[in-house]
């Protein structure tokens, strides 16, 4: 199965980010054209707990917006915080606290929405209280507002997630800004995605069907699962440093590969593994990150 193509469309986007309708520093018109002007294809606006509708002259032309919310709930030990995409004013003017997190994922999903787990390792985040959320359909492994200069330094969620994933709840994974101040955490993150049309439903059905990818700098080019492999290739402005092949198993050796001017390594799936996900970095540091993909597609 060719899960990202060197043939197809990617559109490259920021599914988390805030303006001045909550604690951004920027107006959604603003913060749209800053990131039209990186090059991006798509954003969702997500203010806390507010549905931000920006007015059609405020969106670049070239972009797509997708509405967008976050919601939040302080609980003992950590705290989580939930995007909805692609959601109604209910979302905003239903949402109450007391119907706990799963109620929150109810709601987003019952007006269409879909539900985004946000920075599970700057929440903390347990695996327990992870694995009990239903309906999350993606979640973030990379977070650029989740470390310095404006928070400690839990950008990356993978060794979070990674047990989550364990258990067999292998969500798409996502790279985002969460853009507060639009400084250093602007355009750092972008989730890739490949879809035949720039809409807010293309770009989630091409998440949820897993042609995508999170990156902070290297590109996929090609990934491919198939007859106990997986393949992928990859490009970067950087050469690239390592390919690491990730699974459930603790220790399987040779995952991590050394690039050494290359772009493409292979992965033979190990007796017991239960899924592979592919990190690719590069020599500045910047990574990619692939979704988990099961054993069942990896052996088909």
């Not at 973030?140 to 047990?163: F, H």
Request: charged share 20%; with cysteine; aromatic share 8%.
């Amino acid at each position: 199965m060719i899960l990202i193509s060197p043939d197809r469309r990617t559109y490259r986007g920021n599914l988390h980010m805030h303006t001045t309708r909550s604690d951004g520093h920027l107006t959604p018109g603003e913060a749209m054209a800053r990131y039209r002007e990186m090059g991006y294809d798509f954003v969702a606006i997500t203010d806390h707990r507010t549905l931000t509708v920006p007015e059609k002259k405020d969106i670049p032309e070239g972009l797509l917006w997708i509405p967008g919310i976050e919601l939040d709930w302080p609980l003992e030990g950590q705290v989580v915080h939930i995007v909805g995409l692609n959601v109604t004013d209910r979302a905003e003017k239903e949402f109450d606290r007391r119907t706990g997190v799963q109620g929150g994922i109810d709601l987003i999903r019952s007006c269409g929405g879909l539900a985004e787990l946000a920075h599970p390792a700057w929440s903390l985040n347990t695996t327990e209280l992870i694995c009990s959320l239903s309906g999350i359909f993606a979640t973030e492994i990379w977070n650029s507002a989740s470390t310095v200069p404006m928070n400690a330094m839990r950008a990356d969620s993978s060794a979070v997630l990674d047990p989550v994933f364990t258990r067999g709840m292998l969500w798409p994974v996502l790279s985002v800004d969460d853009t507060h101040e639009y400084k250093a955490e602007c355009g750092v993150g972008a989730t890739m995605v490949q879809a035949d049309v720039l809409d807010a439903h293309g770009i989630l059905q091409g998440i949820c069907e897993g042609h995508s990818y999170a990156t902070t700098g290297p590109e996929i080019h090609l990934l491919e699962a198939g007859g106990g492999e997986v393949h992928v290739r990859c490009s970067s402005d950087a050469a690239l440093s390592w390919v690491v092949f990730y699974s459930n198993l603790p220790y399987t050796h040779g995952r991590a590969v050394p690039m050494e001017g290359k772009t493409e390594a292979v992965w033979k799936l190990h007796e017991g593994e239960t899924f592979i996900r592919v990190q690719a970095a590069d020599a500045r540091g910047r990574s990619a990150w692939s979704n988990p993909i099961s054993r069942e597609i990896i052996l088909g």
